[in-house]
């Protein structure tokens, strides 16, 4: 196995072939409590936006000034962005429920239909701001990515160990608050309700969130139930900048938390297809977190 450097990252490469398989790690779940345990939602409706039109206006009587020029239909206001998050968290179970936990650990399976892959998902998550992902691919391997609080890094049989630098490590980082739901105002520059658009054959609420570490995320909510419905997220990885589109639908109670069980993802030309079946909550030992030997390696 010899070491290389590409950029700021250092990562071990395997001798030998490297399955033929692309962006495995690019599945990246943005820390487990934006993807799993506060994806989903409950509670109050939103009424569907509609166009507020003028009352028609009155024929001018015989010898009056010309009427004035016909009103143009004012659209309907957006909520603020801040209203469209809070009403997310308090339909997924409110901000003491996501408070409540100090640790979560979902599993479920994923599969790339394209590729003919399918596999098992654990992905874990604990304060403060710690989290795992495992898969395991039928014919591949197991893909590793993870965050201790201070180093972000990767193990997989196309790059081996890697550690993360730099811009990817400064993501990982903002990627791994594990109340990351609360969508804590100190962490962004500014929260903006762009517009109602189709998503997904839904009316969305599309929500722009430009962080403070760089960059912006951009997010739906459906206008008739608040439910998150997806997301358009740009990280950088050891590929290059990848923006992917992810959907998030069947939402399932688990505990005090509603969550949606499917998140569907597109990276490029490949769709990833997260599928829950299980999570347990505050649970998870510390040792779960602890630094793999070949990563610990790359630290010397």
């Avoid at 599993?107 to 701001?129: E, I, K, R």
């Avoid at 795992?132 to 590793?144: A, D, P, R, S, Y």
């Amino acid at each position: 196995m010899s070491s290389v450097h590409r950029g700021r990252l250092r990562f071990a490469v395997p001798d030998g072939p490297v399955p033929a398989i692309s962006k495995v790690s690019g599945l990246r779940m943005r820390g487990l409590t934006t993807t799993l345990v506060a994806a989903g939602v409950l509670g109050m409706a939103v009424a569907s936006l509609s166009a507020q039109f003028p009352p028609p206006a009155r024929p001018p009587k015989v010898g009056s000034q010309p009427s004035a020029k016909p009103q143009v239909a004012k659209p309907a206001q957006l909520p603020a962005a801040r209203a469209i998050l809070d009403k997310h968290l308090a339909a997924i179970g409110g901000r003491q429920a996501v408070l409540s936990h100090k640790s979560t650990h979902a599993t479920g399976t994923l599969s790339m239909p394209a590729a003919g892959v399918t596999g098992a998902v654990d992905v874990y998550g604990a304060q403060p701001n710690r989290t795992l992902l495992k898969v395991t691919l039928g014919g591949v391997g197991e893909v590793v990515e993870g965050f201790d609080g201070t180093h972000g890094w990767s193990i997989s049989p196309m790059t081996g160990p890697m550690l993360l630098e730099g811009k990817q490590l400064e993501e990982k980082r903002f990627d791994s608050d594990f109340h990351s739901e609360l969508r804590a105002e100190d962490r962004y520059v500014s929260l903006t309700t762009l517009e109602q658009v189709d998503f997904e054959g839904r009316p969305c609420y599309k929500v722009r969130l430009v962080r403070k570490t760089g960059g912006e995320d951009i997010e739906f909510y459906d206008v008739a139930t608040g439910l998150k419905a997806g997301s358009i997220t740009t990280r950088e990885t050891q590929m290059g900048t990848v923006t992917g589109t992810t959907v998030e639908t069947d939402y399932k109670k688990f505990g005090n938390l509603l969550q949606p069980t499917t998140v569907r993802s597109q990276v490029g030309g490949l769709q990833q297809v997260i599928t829950i079946t299980a999570v347990d909550y505050d649970n998870v030992p510390a040792s779960i977190f602890e630094l793999p030997a070949g990563i610990k390696a790359l630290l010397k």
